[in-house]
Each structure stands twice: as structure tokens, then as C-alpha cells.
């Protein structure tokens, strides 16, 4: 799988499992208050740790081939055992509650995006370590193609739950549609794992 892919699909898988930041933009399009507003802090915010994970953890990694393959082996593990947590979810599906009160200030939102983020330890785990690490096996080139996709998987998500906010939430109030994007999430980190693993072995 070429590295832009790799990157695009990792970011999808990790970004689209039920998390606080999606939760918060799909309340604020639902609200229309400032949703663009928060997309873009929250796809800011994981372009930062993404950027600081892939050049910067990765690029330590990379320079010690110990590490790459523990690093590569902890991403695997950690994107099987995410794998089977969606396949157990998916037997038990929930609901996404998007009833609140919104932020209306500018700065407010701006503040929550950042602090869903930033003080998010699931969040750090998936975007510098895990994304560093499942970068460190590739080269300067493939590393960079590998940031820009897991960036754009960032921002594409984000925006659609900000665009697509009102015709998302009936759906995904539904315990069946989480259902079924469990299961999809597990099969693709599932896949995505077996890649680096592959990847490894090949290198």
C-alpha cells in the first residue's frame, strides 16, 4: 500500500471510531454555531500532533532500527486490539447523544476543540505515538506522503460531521448504523495492521 494511502487510512480508521471531538463538531453543526469554526480547531490541533508524531517520532524512530521494529510491532498490536474492541461493540452498538447545550462564543469553541484534543489521552496515543511509529519504516519521501495523508483524513472528517451534521444525527442515533461502522472500523484496522506488519517483514 503506498504511504499516502497508509496515512489516509490509518487517519480514517482512528479518527471515525466515537470520540469526544466528533461528538463535539457534530453538536455544533447540529446547533449551527460556529461548526466550521470548531472543524477547523479540531483539524488544526491533530495536524499539530500528527506532524509532531510523524517528524518527530518517526524521525527518532527511524534513526534506530530497534525501535522501528518495536515501534511498528506496538502500532500492529495496538490497531489489532483496537480492531477487536469494535468488533466487541459492535455486538453491544451504542448511540451517539448529541443533545446539550452548545458553546456560542468563537473563543469558547476554539478553547473546547483545543482542549478535546489536547488533553485527550486517547487522542495523543492515536496521533503521536501510534501515527509516529507507523511511520518510522519509511523514507523521507514516504514518510512526508504518509503525513499528508493521515492530515487529510483530519480534515475531510471533520468538516463532514460539520457540514453534514443535521442529516448525520438521526442517522447515527440508530444503534444499527453504529453497528455497521464498527464492524467496518475493526476490518480496516485489522487490515491496516497486517500492512505493517507485511511492510516489516518485506523491509
Known sequence: MPPFLRGLTLGLTLIVAIGPQNAFVLRQGLARQ?????????SLSDTLLVTLG?????AFLARNPGLTVLGTLAGAAFLLWYGWRSFRAARKPGTLDTAGQSQSRPR?????????????PHALLDTVVLIGGASAG???SGRRAFLAGTVLASWFWFF???????????????PRAWQVLDVLVGL????????????????
Open 160 to 174: 463532514s460531521l460539520s457540514l453534514a451534521g443535521r442529516q448525520l444525527a438521526p442517522l447515527m442515533r440508530s
Open 108 to 120: 469558547a469553541v476554539i478553547a473546547t476543540a483545543a482542549a478535546f484534543s489536547f488533553l485527550n
Open 34 to 42: 460556529h461548526a466550521l469554526l470548531a472543524a477547523l480547531a479540531c
Open 54 to 58: 510523524v517528524l518527530g517520532v518517526g
Open 188 to 203: 480496516m484496522m485489522w487490515a491496516v495492521a497486517g500492512g505493517l506488519v507485511l511492510g516489516l517483514r518485506q523491509g
Open 138 to 140: 519509511l523514507s523521507g
